[in-house]
C-alpha cells in the first residue's frame, strides 16, 4: 500500500511530460540511456542486439511512448522485442499500451501484481503533473506484463543479453534493475538515482530498502547507473543511498525516544550531508526536490516506527 501522507508545503517531483526532449548517451555499442530534459521527467534505456531491441519503461502517457518509439528508430532498425517496467507507476507503465503489440512487456511479479487499480494509480500520479491532469486523460487502459519473473531472467536479443533483477523492496514492492553486463549499465527506475539525490520511501521503511541495495551492491559490478529520474551516477550512489537511509532510521529513532512529535521530527533531522548537488552543479536546480524527498522519507521513517511494536 502506497505511503500517501505528506509533510506540510510537499510539491515532490514534477512529472509532466509536455515539451519533455529525450537526449540518447550512448554508453556502448548498442546500449543508450534515454535522458529526459527537464529532469527529473522520466529517463528510459534502449539495447540493442543482432535480432531486436529492448525498451527500458514505457513513458506517462501515449504521447511519451510513441516519443521514445521514435528515439529508438533514429538509433536502431531493429524491432523493440521487449519493454521493461521497472516499477509498477503509471510515469514507468501507462504507456505501455502504446507500444507495438508484437512488443513482449516484462516485469517482477510483484510490478505485475501491483498494477490492478488504474484509477488509484491515475489519482496518484496526478500529484505528479502539477495541474495538467490532460497529460494522463487518454489512458483509459494499463497493459499489463506479458512475463514476469521472481528474483532474476535474463532475454537474448541475438549477441546480447539482457539480464533483470528484484533484489527485493524499495520504492515499490516490485523494484526491477535492467542489467547489461558488458556496459556494466543498470537501469535501476526508482530503487536508486545519483548519490546526491535522496531516495523517496513509498512503501515502508528504511531498513528493507538498505538490504535490497545491499543486495545489488554484492550481485553486480556496476559502473553506470542510469536513473528512472534525474542525471547519470555511478557506484557510489549505492553506497551514498544505504548511508543515507540508516543516518535516517538512526535520526528518526533518537527524535521518537525524545518524545518528538512526527511533524516536529520532520523538521528537525536535517538532511544528510553529501546529498543535495553544488551550485555549480547543472542538477542544483533539484535540490529543493531533494529536501522535499528527504522530509517525506523522515515522515514515512516515524510512521513506520510508530507500527512496529516497541521493544521493552
Ligand atoms: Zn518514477
Not at 56 to 65: H, Q, Y
Not at 179 to 206: D, I, K
Amino acid at each position: 500500500m502506497e505511503f500517501v501522507e505528506r509533510p506540510p508545503g510537499y510539491r515532490g517531483p514534477n512529472l509532466d511530460p509536455t515539451g519533455v526532449r529525450l537526449r540518447p548517451r550512448r554508453l556502448a555499442e548498442g546500449v543508450y540511456a534515454l535522458m529526459a530534459f527537464p529532469p527529473p521527467r522520466d529517463n528510459s534505456g534502449l539495447v540493442v542486439g543482432e535480432h531486436g531491441a529492448l525498451v527500458v519503461d514505457a513513458g506517462i502517457n501515449s504521447a511519451m511512448a510513441h516519443r521514445i518509439q521514435q528515439t529508438v528508430r533514429r538509433l536502431t532498425d531493429r524491432p523493440i522485442l521487449w519493454l521493461a517496467n521497472t516499477v509498477y507507476h503509471g510515469d514507468h507503465s501507462f504507456g505501455n499500451a502504446a507500444f507495438p503489440t508484437t512488443t513482449r512487456i516484462i516485469a517482477s511479479r510483484q510490478t505485475a501484481a501491483s498494477m490492478t487499480d488504474l484509477d488509484a494509480e491515475k489519482r496518484a500520479r496526478a500529484q505528479n503533473l502539477y495541474g495538467n491532469l490532460d497529460a494522463i486523460a487518454d489512458v483509459t487502459s494499463w497493459r499489463r506484463p506479458d512475463v514476469v519473473f521472481d528474483d532474476h531472467t535474463e532475454v537474448d536479443l541475438g549477441g546480447r543479453t539482457v539480464q533483470l533483477w528484484h533484489f527485493g523492496p524499495g520504492n515499490s514492492p516490485g523494484d526491477t534493475v535492467v542489467w547489461v553486463p558488458e556496459a556494466r549499465a543498470a537501469w535501476t527506475g526508482n530503487l536508486l538515482g545519483h548519490r546526491r539525490v535522496a531516495p523517496m520511501l513509498l512503501e515502508g521503511g528504511p531498513a528493507p530498502y538498505i538490504d535490497t541495495l545491499a543486495r545489488f551492491k554484492s550481485t553486480l559490478e556496476v559502473k553506470t547507473i542510469v536513473p528512472g529520474h534525474g542525471p547519470l551516477a555511478d557506484a557510489r550512489a549505492l553506497d551514498a543511498w544505504m548511508a543515507y537511509l540508516r543516518e535516517l532510521l538512526e535520526a528518526v529513532t533518537r527524535a521518537r525516544r525524545l518524545g518528538l512529535s512526527a511533524l516536529a521530527t520532520v523538521e528537525t533531522v536535517p538532511l544528510p550531508r553529501g546529498h543535495g548537488f553544488p551550485p555549480w552543479h547543472p542538477a542544483a536546480r533539484m535540490n529543493w526536490l531533494v529536501q522535499d524527498l528527504h522530509r517525506l522519507n523522515v515522515l514515512a521513517t516515524y510512521r513506520d516506527l510508530e507500527r512496529q511494536p516497541t521493544a521493552a
